[in-house]
């Protein structure tokens, strides 16, 4: 995935999501009525505006959808975001928020991000929410006046210094900081041990690698088995679903792990091609310990709990 300048062949791809109903149903904007040739124009005039608008884009560089930083003033700027229907559920919106959030503390040197979303939008707000962004209420009083008449938007505010990846657990899968020792100009290296860092004895470590980017993989539990599951290189997605609900977590950093103890569903994006996802296991290959089937999966829960 990456972050580009908008390019005039992005204009067919751009005018797909605003014709399509599932994404702009909820959006302010009458996209409906758009041409190809309000697209190219707006690509155009993309380049040299004060405001920043860049494509989201797959590693072939096919255009997923748009990500913008507007009214860029005293310190502060609007995010907007729209993907394509093709790109929603493969990481592309959680990637292009935190490129272009990173831009604006990072390069801009903003000191902070809002933006909103319709309350009816559930899509969008469920995104937010999981990823731990919170409601605001203290927004300016120039800002709101943009959206004069519109009572139903939920804000959100982002500072800079924040971490937006900053949790401690996962449907109750507790995030692990594995340790990590820095050497100038060389490097880290990270390490566990069973016992000190993760509680149970590794009797197995296997590695999934060569994943081209959007593939998912997983579609299991395990009954009794633990495991540490980490990304040595890339970027992969990682959804897990127990009795706590459904949540993902972007695995991106060599010394973050998430530990699984409990039955637990799994599914992983790869949001990189070549992505290397990592996993430390309590006990040796059981196919028994399988459960494959979602339906079979969600009964076994019911009657664990």
Same mark, same amino acid.
């Given at each position: 995935?990456?972050?580009?300048?908008?390019?005039?062949?992005?204009?067919?791809?751009?005018?797909?999501?605003?014709?399509?109903?599932?994404?702009?149903?909820?959006?302010?904007?009458?996209?409906?009525?758009?041409?190809?040739?309000?697209?190219?124009?707006?690509?155009?005039?993309?380049?040299?505006?004060?405001?920043?608008?860049?494509?989201?884009?797959?590693?072939?560089?096919?255009?997923?959808?748009?990500?913008?930083?507007?009214?860029?003033?005293?310190?502060?700027?609007?995010?907007?975001?729209?993907?394509?229907?093709?790109?929603?559920?493969?990481?592309?919106?959680?990637?292009?928020?935190?490129?272009?959030?990173?831009?604006?503390?990072?390069?801009?040197?903003?000191?902070?991000?809002?933006?909103?979303?319709?309350?009816?939008?559930?899509?969008?707000?469920?995104?937010?929410?999981?990823?731990?962004?919170?409601?605001?209420?203290?927004?300016?009083?120039?800002?709101?006046?943009?959206?004069?008449?519109?009572?139903?938007?939920?804000?959100?505010?982002?500072?800079?210094?924040?971490?937006?990846?900053?949790?401690?657990?996962?449907?109750?899968?507790?995030?692990?900081?594995?340790?990590?020792?820095?050497?100038?100009?060389?490097?880290? +290296?990270?390490?566990?041990? $069973?016992?000190?860092?993760? %509680?149970? =004895?590794?009797? @197995?470590? /296997?590695?999934?690698? !060569?994943?081209?980017?959007?593939?998912?993989?997983?579609?299991?539990?395990?009954?009794?088995l633990k495991q540490l599951l980490f990304c040595p290189?890339?970027?992969?997605?990682?959804i897990l679903e127990n009795n706590l609900g459904r949540e993902e977590i972007e695995?991106?950093?060599?010394?973050?792990?998430?530990?699984?103890?409990?039955?637990?569903?799994?599914?992983?994006?790869?949001?990189?091609?070549?992505?290397? +996802?990592?996993?430390?296991? $309590?006990?040796?290959?059981? %196919?028994? =310990?399988?459960? @494959?089937? /979602?339906?079979?999966? !969600?009964?076994?829960?019911?009657?664990?709990?």
């Amino acid at each position: 995935m990456q972050l580009r300048q908008l390019e005039l062949k992005d204009a067919p791809l751009m005018l797909e999501w605003m014709h399509d109903s599932n994404v702009v149903s909820t959006l302010r904007t009458d996209f409906a009525s758009k041409t190809l040739s309000d697209c190219e124009a707006f690509i155009t005039s993309s380049l040299n505006s004060k405001d920043i608008h860049l494509a989201i884009a797959s590693d072939e560089d096919e255009y997923m959808g748009t990500v913008t930083l507007r009214d860029i003033e005293n310190g502060s700027a609007e995010f907007a975001i729209t993907v394509r229907n093709a790109a929603m559920g493969r990481g592309y919106s959680w990637y292009g928020m935190k490129a272009i959030i990173e831009k604006a503390f990072n390069e801009l040197n903003l000191n902070c991000v809002y933006w909103c979303v319709s309350r009816k939008n559930m899509r969008a707000v469920r995104f937010y929410d999981k990823h731990n962004f919170h409601e605001a209420v203290d927004i300016p009083e120039n800002v709101l006046a943009k959206y004069e008449g519109m009572d139903d938007l939920k804000w959100y505010l982002i500072l800079k210094g924040d971490d937006i990846d900053s949790r401690e657990s996962i449907v109750g899968c507790k995030v692990v900081h594995i340790r990590t020792i820095p050497t100038e100009n060389a490097g880290e +290296l990270s390490f566990f041990e $069973s016992g000190q860092d993760i %509680p149970f =004895d590794v009797k @197995r470590i /296997y590695y999934i690698s !060569k994943v081209p980017e959007g593939v998912r993989r997983g579609f299991h539990a395990h009954k009794e088995l633990k495991q540490l599951l980490f990304c040595p290189y890339g970027r992969i997605q990682l959804i897990l679903e127990n009795n706590l609900g459904r949540e993902e977590i972007e695995l991106n950093d060599p010394s973050i792990g998430v530990l699984i103890e409990e039955p637990t569903w799994r599914e992983m994006l790869w949001l990189q091609k070549n992505s290397v +996802l990592c996993v430390a296991a $309590s006990d040796h290959y059981d %196919p028994s =310990d399988y459960i @494959r089937d /979602y339906a079979e999966f !969600k009964a076994y829960i019911r009657s664990d709990s």
